[in-house]
């Protein structure tokens, strides 16, 4: 059984402070969705259909090659109209205010941006396109100020289809010191002129299981694009924070490594057998599609196209379904305009995944999909993000209920395409108690929540 109880100086926050502070929903215009067919006469599928092993060949130009082998092995997409996705207006007018100042320095670094999304606008011919694309992806409009997930659940099956672990974790939350435009201070925190602080993300505390109950890590993303990422972990043995490398955030989140031992050795690897009380094949670099720090890698635009995503969910949470080749239930996948970036690890970076080919959404900026090579070139695991949106991330939300529509990510299936393990991220798990689950910009954590002094505090909690 589960144990719910999180500290409540980390987890329990006032209903108080979990309101929009600079978005009155009396004076934003919601916008609605307009529904659009973009499935043409000459495409291979049609709304209404259920793509599956017993007719994929139809989808496989509209997919990416792994999310193809997954169809082809028993993952069911319902085909469903497109309809458009519309920003924040907060992150909109602050797009329209501050882009026309960003520009990119010669190492691909960010010059002059404040908030929203740097380049709305974008050329084909542009030889620093995927460069670009990749900075309007870190700086999307699914949360620019902060957001916190109430316990995700990182679950883990064999080839046989049986489950091997489950992992719970209490928060999966980000503070961005930059590109502020809903909640004070905006748009940039005071802590980024004193810490150099870009970003702060944290993954604790592990609840389930109990070989790694109070573990948990802090990472810290900077201003200067070629600084690299200070990562912090609690090793529940040696009861200390140990800073880890960069390069072990590309490997499996719940293995022993993670936390103090030597990285790379164990959990589930190219080809190889996982660990069976800890095994994932999920790592940090790929949460919630890449999560990488972008100055480790090169970009390659490889195309734009209609490609098949799940951008309206209908399910949240998302549920489990053992017969299906993705471990989750059937969703709604439409057609959308992707932009295709290859990322290829630079000469040096000690990287576990040394490629990954991105998936990325022209108009919400977030990956829909991703394939990840080995370092021996071969296609190793498939990425898939189910998003919804929505005022609320699930329909029985009270507290954090927007006046527009917001990105909720509700799912991550991570295939192992060698070895046949998988793992799926549900966010959050779907036996939750917490009905709000995402608090998008709604200030529910500030900068002091990603303390290092938090991960021994978790520990202690529990």
């Not at 040096?348 to 998936?359: D, K």
């Amino acid at each position: 059984m589960y144990r719910w109880k999180l500290l409540q100086s980390i987890a329990v926050l006032g209903l108080a402070s979990l309101v929009p502070l600079a978005v009155n929903a009396q004076t934003v215009t919601t916008t609605t969705t307009t529904t659009i067919d973009t499935v043409s006469a000459r495409d291979t599928i049609r709304p209404g259909e259920i793509i599956g092993s017993d007719n994929y060949p139809s989808a496989q130009a509209y997919l990416s090659p792994g999310n193809y082998l997954l169809v082809q092995r028993g993952m069911q997409m319902k085909i469903v109209p497109s309809s458009h996705l519309d920003w924040p207006p907060p992150y909109r007018v602050a797009t329209e205010k501050y882009s026309p100042q960003c520009s990119l320095g010669p190492d691909g670094q960010l010059s002059g941006y404040v908030a929203g999304l740097p380049f709305p606008l974008l050329d084909p011919n542009d030889p620093q396109l995927a460069t670009k694309v990749m900075w309007n992806y870190e700086n999307r409009p699914m949360y620019s100020d902060d957001a916190d997930l109430r316990y995700p659940e990182f679950d883990t099956y064999g080839p046989d289809g049986h489950s091997i672990n489950r992992l719970l974790v209490g928060h999966m939350a980000f503070y961005n010191n930059v590109g502020r435009v809903e909640v004070p201070p905006t748009p940039t925190d005071p802590d980024a002129f004193a810490s150099g602080v870009r970003t702060r993300f944290g993954l604790f505390p592990y609840l389930e299981p109990s070989t790694v109950n109070g573990v948990g890590f802090v990472r810290y993303r900077y201003i200067n694009d070629l600084r690299p990422d200070d990562v912090w972990a609690y090793n529940r043995d040696t009861r200390r924070v140990r800073r880890e490398t960069e390069s072990s955030q590309s490997d499996p989140i719940a293995v022993p490594a993670t936390f103090g031992s030597a990285g790379g050795t164990s959990g589930v690897t190219s080809g190889g057998s996982p660990q069976p009380t800890l095994a994932n094949n999920i790592d940090p670099d790929s949460l919630l599609g890449f999560s990488a720090n972008p100055s480790e890698y090169n970009y390659t635009y490889l195309g734009e196209g209609r490609m098949l995503a799940v951008v309206h969910a209908h399910r949240s949470p998302e549920m489990e379904c053992p017969d299906d080749a993705s471990r989750v239930c059937p969703e709604n996948w439409e057609m959308r305009h992707l932009y295709v970036i290859q990322a290829d690890a630079k000469a040096g970076e000690n990287l576990m995944i040394p490629r990954r080919v991105l998936y990325i959404d022209s108009e919400g900026w977030f990956i829909t999909a991703s394939d990840q090579y080995d370092p021996q070139g071969r296609l190793w695991k498939t990425l898939v993000n189910y998003v919804a949106y929505s005022d609320r991330s699930q329909p029985d939300s009270r507290v954090a209920v927007y006046p527009y529509r917001r990105f909720f990510p509700v799912a991550m299936v991570d295939k192992d395409l060698l070895n046949g393990y998988d793992s799926v991220a549900f966010m959050p798990s779907p036996t939750s108690p917490e009905r709000d689950s995402w608090y998008l910009n709604m200030g529910a954590v500030d900068n002091s929540f990603f303390n290092t002094g938090n991960l021994v505090v978790a520990l202690n909690g529990h």
